[in-house]
């Protein structure tokens, strides 16, 4: 199965609880499954993903709701995208404003959905309303994000304009990290 760039030999995944939910389904399944419509691109490519997380109906925690919102983000399909772009960022900074360890782990879903949702607006929302505001206020944040972003600016898999993105974005995260810390140092020096 695919999960974004990356591969997978095994076909057709028998991942189901215990309770015989199924964890993963085709991307192909239709509305009626509890999961989104996706319509096939220009190419008939279904989006990045060949397979879709099955949430079913039970209550997510925060770490579960922005996946499910971040995977969401990345299909492409004709639904609007305002819904789930919204609830991600109240999720993330929920997250964030109570220190939760676990929106560190969330540091390269979030890069991959700036860096390769098919909605620019998505992509540009995301970062403004989100990473940016991360980045000035958390250290630790900044260091995942500036990571991430360095990670594919160095990899040999990634395409070219993706590549070109990413370095634009992480000399913005550079740039702040810098002044975060020329300031701290000059705080320092007075103090």
Known sequence: WRMGA???RQEGPDFTTPSG???????SVPKSTNLSC???TKDGDEGPFAYRINFGSRQLDAEAQVIKCLAD???????????????CIAVLRRMQA????ALGDLAVPVINVVLHAPCQAVREKLW????????????TLAHLFYWALHSVVKSPEAEGKTQQLAQKRLDEVSRAMSAKAQL???????G
């Open 38 to 40: 996706v319509s096939a």
């Open 128 to 139: 403004n309303e989100f990473v940016v505001d991360a980045v000035n206020t958390d250290f």
């Open 98 to 101: 109570a220190g939760s360890e």
């Open 21 to 27: 939910d199924n964890l993963l389904m085709p991307a």
């Open 73 to 87: 983000l990345l299909w492409h399909s004709t639904e609007d995208k305002a819904p789930q772009m919204s609830e």
């Open 184 to 190: 701290s140092a000059a705080l320092a020096a007075i």
């Open 6 to 8: 990356c591969t997978s």
